[in-house]
């Protein structure tokens, strides 16, 4: 399971956020998620075993966003980060 | 030597001019604990004579400590950049200072521009009036040093005040789809986070006025300050995910306390190597505290030009007298009369501080007198004085300001024997031309605060 996201940030204009997964022994098989103006953006994230991968979830916004990135069936969240997108 | 007042004057300003190229050179000297009218605390400034003006360079401690400067000649102030303090904190412990200007309220010229060579500035004050109170005003401008700015990022980020604002930015701003938050929400709440930062009350504010207290200068820099800061935003809010995602399961970065600061945090990823500092966890948080330490480190320190003001107060010298003019009562023994007399005290060793307050060099006190009797205040029906004329000469000596002692001898007619007789007297006077409205008659057109107690490393009064 994904035990935390860390690290998630943007370059303006990529069109991409990128974090960080730290996934236990068990791996991760699962979407991770964020909103985005009440709009949902996700990407699939599978990884066997422990250890730090990073991710990023393609999004079509622009500005200034706070973003929390939530592994859906871990139920875990990052911490929050403003964004300029 | 003025021999009229001020105002009908004009004709004697090159005899004035004249009368200040004859000043003595003299060593600048600093010191404020040696006793006033010693030979070291009679140096705080020094004069540059030139073909028909002069000049004088002013030591700030000495005016800082309660000294006065002097009256009508350019003054020029000098010191060390150490010497500038708000309160008991040296600005340049804070600043790296690059500019110091001068003026004084009511100036009507530009203020001064200073310069600065390695650790001394000097800046020009201009000619000032005498017996004046001054209020100087020096700006000094420079930018934070690494140290401040590391300081106040440390502060910053650890104050409850703005912990709190960004966790109100976080909680404004939770995206949800039922409640959609815009770009321009998010600009609007982080706006309001660092403005409530920034205010009256907030952390900033507080934190760089206890750097530099006594001056006007919190906020000058808390408006520069938020300028830079600004354009950190991201930064700034994000630098206690940044901290905590340090401490994120899977991480992996031991010894790290678990309620780590921001300031501790950055102290410890410094010292990590090989794969951990290149971690992305890791140089994101680098990453955000350097810029939120740029911002003060840079950005502000381009607004910091703005300036620091510190007020202080100082007086200008009282006039330099090269003479009085008294009136008083002399009694002669011999002959057993009280007479009026008036007088001419010229002061042998060079004009002198009319204020005596604090004490005056001994020299200062002595004068020449010459001067007539014309009238008998005893009531004697049969002075011995022929038509009650005598010429009186001898000496004087000032008590104060105002009044003196002189004794010396009356020359007379004698109205019994017709020979001419000469008396000795004794007797006390006023100095009219000490009295404000004539104190101008017979001063010099500059002079110094040599005579002042709280000048206690000036010029001595006598030295032109």
């Known amino acids: ?85 | 030597m003025k021999l009229l007042p001020a105002g009908l004057c004009l004709c004697c300003t090159v005899f004035l001019l004249t009368a200040q190229t004859q000043q003595q050179s003299q060593t600048p000297q600093q010191g404020s604990a040696t006793p006033k009218n010693s030979p070291a605390a009679q140096a705080a400034t020094t004069q540059k004579k030139g073909a028909g003006s002069s000049s004088q360079n002013t030591q700030y401690t000495s005016i800082a400590k309660g000294g006065k400067l002097p009256y009508g000649k350019s003054v020029t102030l000098t010191g060390q950049l150490s010497d500038f303090k708000c309160g008991t904190q040296a600005i340049s412990d804070v600043l790296a200072i690059s500019g110091v200007s001068a003026s004084y309220l009511g100036q009507t010229s530009p203020p001064g521009s200073g310069t600065i060579t390695g650790n001394t500035w000097t800046v020009s004050l201009g000619s000032l009036p005498a017996d004046a109170t001054i209020n100087l005003q020096l700006k000094i401008t420079g930018k934070l040093t690494p140290a401040t700015a590391d300081e106040i990022t440390r502060e910053l980020l650890s104050d409850p005040r703005f912990i709190g604002a960004v966790r109100g930015f976080f909680a404004a701003t939770n995206d949800q789809p039922s409640s959609p938050v815009t770009s321009a929400m998010a600009a609007q709440e982080a706006e309001m986070a660092l403005n409530s930062i920034s205010a009256k009350d907030g952390a900033l504010t507080q934190i760089l006025g206890r750097l530099l207290p006594s001056c006007t200068v919190a906020t000058d820099v808390t408006t520069a300050a938020m300028v830079g800061l600004r354009a950190n935003e991201t930064a700034l809010l994000n630098i206690q995910t940044r901290v905590s995602d340090l401490l994120a399961p899977g991480v992996n970065l031991t010894g790290l306390d678990p309620h780590v600061s921001a300031g501790d945090a950055y102290k410890y990823v410094q010292s990590l190597s090989g794969q951990q500092a290149d971690s992305a966890v890791v140089k994101l948080f680098k990453r955000d505290y350097e810029a939120i330490l740029g911002a003060f480190g840079v950005e502000v320190v381009a607004q910091l030009n703005q300036g620091v003001e510190l007020t202080q107060l100082t007086d200008t010298a009282d006039l330099n007298k090269y003479a009085g003019f008294d009136a008083g009562a002399i009694y002669v023994p011999r002959i057993n009369e009280l007479r009026e007399f008036y007088m001419v005290h010229i002061y042998p060793f060079g004009p002198v501080e009319l204020d005596t307050s604090g004490g005056v060099p001994l020299k200062a006190r002595w004068s020449i007198a010459l001067g007539a009797s014309i009238g008998d205040l005893s009531g004697n029906a049969s002075s011995r004085v022929k038509s009650d004329k005598a010429f009186v000469y001898g000496v004087g000596f000032r008590i104060n300001k105002y009044f003196r002692i002189s004794a010396g001898a009356m020359l007379y007619r004698d109205a019994k024997g017709n020979g001419l007789l000469n008396e000795a007297f004794i007797g006390p006077s006023i100095d009219i031309s000490a009295l404000p409205g004539l104190k101008q008659v017979f001063s010099s057109s500059s002079g110094t605060g040599g005579n002042s107690s709280k000048a206690t490393s000036s010029n001595p009064a006598g030295n032109q």
Do not use: Y
Request: with cysteine; glycine share 10%; charged share 15%.
């Open chain 1, 1 to 85: 399971m994904i035990i935390s996201i860390v690290a998630v940030d943007s370059v303006k204009g990529s069109g991409v956020i990128t974090c960080v997964v730290n996934t236990d022994t068990t791996g991760c098989d699962e979407d991770i998620s964020t909103s985005i103006d009440g709009q949902r953006f996700a990407t699939h994230v599978t990884r066997i075993g422990p250890g730090s991968f990073p991710e990023s979830i393609a999004h079509t916004k622009s500005g200034l966003h706070a973003i929390t990135i939530h592994a859906e069936k871990s139920n875990v969240w990052s911490g929050p980060v403003a964004l300029d997108l």
